[in-house]
Every structure is written in structure tokens, then in C-alpha cells.
């Protein structure tokens, strides 16, 4: 996953960002006591879409299960072959399932 990134921004400048950003985290992880969204998103009332790829090695399906579980009305599509990518790797399907998702009369 790493090898795009420094395509796009350069070896030098990405570990400078990647490290700015784990540094900002950490400090939000520790102000908050863990806590990075559990209270907000208890109050998420909009129709919600979420999307996990059951081979994402970064974001483990609890997190998707319990968005799902928290915000009422909320639609959980697991994708069974995707990774932490999928919305790039799987863009056409992606976008249509999205698309289909804002066209729905809520």
C-alpha cells in the first residue's frame, strides 16, 4: 500500500507526512482516552452507508459491525474481496453501489 503513496507524493515528503499524522493520532488516542468516535457517532441520524472489505489487514470488521449496530438505518455491504483499497481496486462497482445508495428514497 505504501508503494502508490510514495509514487505520488515521494519517499522524503510521505515519511514526513506519515509521521506528522501518527504523532497528531497518538495525541487524539490520548486526549480522548481511547475514545475516537464512539460518542459522535451515537449521534449520526442521516442515512449511512457503510462498506468493509473482509480482507482489509487495517481495519478490522468489528469496526464496521459496530458502526452498523450504532447508527439506526443504517446498510452494511461487506465486500468479500476487498482490502483497505477497495473503493480504487473495485471503483465501477464501488461508485455504482454508492451511487445506488444516494438514489434511494430515504
Known sequence: MRDPMVQLYG??????M???WIVAYAGYWTERN?????KEVKQVR???LIIHGQKDVMVEQEHADYLHATIPGSQ???????????????ADEFNKLTEEFLDEDK
Open 11 to 16: 519517499a522524503d515528503y510521505l515519511q514526513t
Open 18 to 20: 506519515w509521521s506528522k
Open 34 to 38: 481511547g475514545d475516537l468516535c464512539m
Open 46 to 48: 442521516c442515512p449511512t
Open 76 to 90: 452494511l455491504v461487506y465486500w468479500p474481496e476487498g482490502k483497505h483499497n477497495l473503493h480504487l481496486k473495485y
